[in-house]
Nanobody, 126 residues
């Protein structure tokens, strides 16, 4: 089992920044690809960014490229999502999720993750 707890959400004005954190406990953290997903009201949950086991490989959805940065600290069992130049359309509940992997690559075969956090709300006002 892997337990994931997100933090860092809140209300921010358009153009502002937030940094989300995902704290993991349980099994060996460095064996898991970590992804950040988001779900806006009335919409499906989608991948935003992901990072490989060592952090050497990352993935970003087109909508956040150049604005968001994912990173991880395996010594502290933490993953971060730095979000800059936020837009009202970024408003959503953000979830971190973990997927067991044998390869050090950010994009798994599927985005069907093994463990999920409970989410943190990000609201961007215009």
């Amino acid at each position: 089992q892997v337990q994931l707890v997100e933090s860092g959400g809140g209300l921010v004005q358009a153009g502002g920044s937030l940094r989300l954190s995902c704290a993991a406990s349980g099994r060996t953290f460095s064996n898991y690809v970590i992804g950040w997903f988001r779900q806006a009201p009335g919409k499906e949950r989608n991948i935003v960014a992901a990072i490989s086991l060592s952090g050497s490989s990352t993935y970003y959805a087109d909508s956040v490229k150049g604005r968001f940065t994912i990173s991880r600290d395996n010594a502290k069992n933490l993953v971060y999502l730095q979000m800059n130049s936020l837009k009202p359309e970024d408003t959503a509940v953000f979830y971190c999720a973990a997927k067991r992997s044998a390869v050090d690559y950010a994009v798994p075969i599927t985005w069907s993750m093994d463990y999920w956090g409970t989410g943190t709300l990000v609201t961007v006002s215009s």
